[in-house]
């Protein structure tokens, strides 16, 4: 078995700003990494994500950026259980996963955003940071949308 998932959403704005929305840690800062994010997504660079409602500021290596097309980033992996409130409990695995963003311009003017993640080993705890990373990316990409369209941080508040 291959642990891995794909997330996916529909943004209403060109391809342009959907991507800018993710690689300038001003905006990402806005909406996602509530903490702040360290530096622009740029191919070789480390950059840090902190959010506010997840301890600690995390090491986010930047493997590829294709504007406007995809961005590839690798960070540590973590297993143990990070679905529920108060359940943060888990512990560096020794490895990395790998997170590829994709932005797809649609017929209609709007982009297309998916986000997979890959590289979890095949254990219990493996499975399971994969699912609390589904349902970051998730979040992660209502977000983005309400951002980029409305102006609107909807992880404010949400973990609370």
């Not at 891995?4 to 529909?10: D, G, R």
């Amino acid at each position: 078995m291959d642990l891995k998932f794909k997330v996916m959403i529909h943004v209403g704005r060109p391809v342009e700003e959907v991507f800018e929305a993710v690689a300038d840690p001003k905006q990402l800062s806005n909406y996602f990494t509530t903490g702040g994010a360290s530096g622009r997504l740029e191919p070789g660079k480390t950059v840090t994500w902190d959010f506010h409602d997840f301890p600690g500021a995390f090491p986010v290596e930047v493997d590829e950026v294709v504007p406007n097309e995809k961005i590839v980033l690798r960070w540590d992996a973590a297993e143990g259980d990070q679905l529920c409130e108060g359940a943060h409990d888990v512990t560096p695995a020794g490895y990395k996963t790998t997170v590829t963003m994709s932005f797809k311009p649609t017929d209609d003017g709007r982009t297309l955003v998916e986000i997979e993640e890959k590289g979890w080993r095949e254990t219990e705890g493996g499975l399971q940071a994969s699912y609390g990373n589904c349902m970051g990316w998730s979040h992660m990409l209502a977000a983005l949308k309400m951002w980029v369209e409305h102006r609107i941080n909807l992880r404010e508040g949400a973990y609370k």
